[in-house]
């Protein structure tokens, strides 16, 4: 498992360990049982708090993605991918209300936004092709 933690990012540590270990489970890089660093392993390696990783490990427990077995480690835990995919569309629905909001302030409407979308989905098409 290989996670890049940047100082010049404006989030939080912890975030970006969660957001990188989430990431690898639902692209499946990491697998069903496959065991995770002990928290003072990612630490030392990341050069960080143990506090730091360990907070990135509970809010990844909390979120049914990993499982700690006490004295083996942590896992990451079995999949459930109607559970995975709510998750997806809170992250995804949080996201699309701060896009209103900042429209709102901007004066933009919906059919802005719309094509707005469009053409970043046209582009992404344009990438994987």
Known sequence: MHVIISNASGAPI?????????AAILKGELAEGEML???????KDLRISVITTKRAYDELEREGLI????????????RNPELIREGVLREIESHMTKIA???????????DLKNMFDL???????ERD
């Open 14 to 22: 912890y975030e970006q360990i969660v957001s990188q270990i989430k």
């Open 37 to 43: 660093p002990s928290i003072r392993a990612l630490a």
């Open 67 to 78: 499982v700690t077995m006490a004295g083996k480690g942590c896992f990451v835990a079995a």
């Open 101 to 111: 909001e900042l429209a709102a302030q901007a004066g933009i409407g919906a059919d």
């Open 120 to 126: 970043l989905e046209l582009g992404g098409q344009n």
